[in-house]
């Protein structure tokens, strides 16, 4: 195993790679292809202390569009890099790490995420590239070992999971699993621009210690509202988290929605805590009609929505 790779279960506990454990695998000579969904955002994300100093923690709203690797074992020279330089990273550290030759063959990929405003977009390429080599090579899956890379690459959403879940998003680190009993319909916008998560980490550390009582309820009522089912407490509490974001980096249509937000049966509002995205949240799939006019509202303000379904319930 190279030296000072972090990976490693939930536990701790070190993986044994391939080459050291004796096994071989072959591939299996045909198409593989893995996904990996990106994120609306947040439903939350604040302050959380775990040391001495607080922890940027997220609680990130999955959503029904992916990420795809594709690889095709052939003649041809493999590519070295697959959608840029960190999933071509992601990939060298799974066969540094398990001990396999990658074959000739042809990566392609495809995402159905923005680049830059909040979608996960990068964690999703990563986790999707690991995933397709575990298939490849027929190695079973772990979640550890995918951990350990983003560890090694940068900070991440928790996209990697197939559930909610609150996670340290500097730290890699899974505070609680949150299950999959929640769910919403959403209708997103994407205002103008595009923010670099690492630039802004500073701040949002300084603004969460200038407000932390107030981040401190949003995250208890948001795990109470998971912890019982209630959809429409999640909805809440995500919108106050929303709103408190609006005191260091603010969405320019945030106080419209939030004015307007019973006229469209709308349960909250949600947004890309250092992202671009806003959106709202509502309990049911909108009809026709709520579409219709809530798209005709947004275009009002410049802008064109979309429609997803985010969560799982």
Not at 274 to 293: A, H, M, Q, W
């Amino acid at each position: 195993m190279p030296v000072g790779l972090p990976f490693g279960g939930p536990d701790g506990t070190m993986l044994t790679p391939a080459r050291e454990s004796g096994e071989t695998r072959q591939p299996p000579g045909r198409t593989v292809s893995c996904v990996c969904h990106g994120a609306l955002g947040e439903l939350c994300q604040g302050p959380l202390r775990t040391g001495s100093e607080p922890d940027i923690a997220v609680v990130s709203f999955p959503v029904d569009r992916h990420s795809w690797v594709h690889f095709t074992p052939g003649t041809e020279t493999p590519n070295r890099l697959i959608l840029g330089e960190k999933t071509a990273t992601a990939a060298r550290l799974i066969l540094e790490h398990f001990g396999p030759t990658l074959p000739p063959g042809r990566w392609s990929a495809h995402s159905d995420l923005r680049v830059g405003v909040g979608t996960a977009t990068s964690t999703a390429d990563i986790v999707a590239t690991p995933r397709c080599l575990f298939r490849l090579f027929a190695l079973p899956y772990d979640t550890g070992v995918v951990l350990g890379i983003l560890t090694a690459i940068e900070r991440a959403d928790s996209v990697f999971l197939d559930e909610f879940a609150l996670y340290l998003s500097g730290r890699h680190r899974v505070i609680r699993r949150l299950g999959t009993d929640i769910g919403f319909h959403t209708a997103d916008i994407t205002e103008p621009g595009t923010v670099d998560t690492t630039t802004v980490t500073d701040l949002l550390l300084e603004h969460y210690r200038r407000h932390g009582e107030g981040y401190e309820r949003c995250l208890t009522d948001l795990l109470k509202g998971f912890a019982s089912g209630d959809s429409a407490g999640v909805a809440r509490a995500a919108t106050a988290s929303a709103a408190l974001s609006q005191n260091v980096l603010p969405k320019a249509t945030f106080d419209s929605m939030l004015t307007h937000r019973e006229r469209f049966v709308a349960d909250g509002i949600f947004v890309a805590h250092t992202g671009c995205l806003i959106g709202r949240l509502f309990p049911n799939r909108p009809g026709v009609d709520v579409e219709s006019d809530l798209s005709a509202y947004l275009h009002s303000l410049g802008h064109q929505c979309s429609f997803a379904q985010g969560g799982y319930g």
